[in-house]
């Protein structure tokens, strides 16, 4: 199955990840392939990571290692994106093969143009999952977790911690 990680791009040469990355998207160019796509923060990689790091023995393994991780860079590497790009990014995933969208940020406002693109991959059998958000209550929408996780299309996931307790600073 291929998971889309909408993020800062994920860094397919990393020893966990690059026996199953592939050619991915950076929305903020327009443009493919494996560089394009290149994650130059850190985030999107570590992302990568918990989904689909290879059983390979060595680092960590992935909930999903046997998944193709398609890596959507909509983030610059200060980790800052606009709806339009985040948008543009979701719908290429599901374009390109997407089975799943991973999107591990949040912010206190719905768009319609993310609202939009979320719709465009739900309709089409997508599953999209979302960061409940992990700044307070302050950037939480009205069902009490950040967009896009508080979207009703939207699989909203909240952090936890080594006892398998939500951390203080996740949203609910």
């Known amino acids: 199955i291929t998971v889309a990680v909408i993020d800062t791009g994920v860094a397919d040469d990393h ?4 026996s199953n990355t592939v050619p991915g998207y950076n929305a903020i160019t ?3 392939g494996y560089l394009e796509a290149y ?7 570590r992302v990568a990571g918990v989904i689909a790091a290879g059983l390979n023995g060595m680092g ?3 909930l999903a290692y046997e998944a193709n991780v398609l890596p959507v860079k909509t983030m610059s590497s200060a980790g800052l994106g606009t709806d339009d790009v985040i948008a543009a990014g979701i719908v290429w995933a599901v ?3 997407a089975r799943i969208i991973n999107m591990s940020f949040g912010s206190g406002k719905q768009t319609a143009v993310l609202t939009e693109a979320i719709r465009y991959a739900t309709d089409r ?3 999209v999952i979302a960061a409940s958000g992990n700044r307070g209550r302050d950037a939480a929408g009205p069902s009490g977790v950040s ?7 939207v699989l909203a996931v909240s952090a936890t911690d080594y006892n398998d307790h939500v951390t203080s600073f996740s949203l609910t």
């Open 95 to 97: 374009d390109n093969g």
């Open 30 to 32: 327009g443009r493919a």
């Open 147 to 153: 967009f896009p996780a508080a979207d009703p299309e």
């Open 39 to 45: 994650d130059d923060n850190g985030h999107g990689t």
């Open 15 to 18: 020893p966990d990840l690059r």
């Open 60 to 62: 960590v393994v992935g």
């Open 125 to 127: 059998g997508v599953l």
